[in-house]
């Protein structure tokens, strides 16, 4: 939460519907950051080896999972952990 109020320029310009949200995104898409930098240091040995196919094979498959996952996730009602703002997170 303080990440997101010192970004937005105090707690009091964002409304709680917004706020709220916006913490429980931050804190799913932290969990992620681990395996994003494993993802990047295989991306770039596989450059640095010449390696350009299976790195934009990745990302395609990462790309049609991320379509395929907001369009299941997001505009669903429910669970606030699951869909929403927080459904765009995972």
Request: hydrophobic share 55%.
């Amino acid at each position: 939460p303080a990440l997101i109020t010192l970004l937005t320029g105090g707690r009091g310009s964002l409304p709680p519907e917004v706020f709220g949200p916006a913490v429980q995104y931050v804190r799913i898409r932290a969990l992620g950051f681990p395996a994003a930098a494993v993802l990047g240091s295989a991306q770039s040995a596989c450059l640095g080896l010449k390696d350009t196919t299976t790195p934009l094979l990745v990302l395609g498959a990462a790309a049609i999972l991320n379509v395929v996952g907001d369009m299941s996730l997001v505009g669903m009602a429910g669970n606030r952990w699951l869909f929403g703002a927080a459904g765009a997170a995972w």
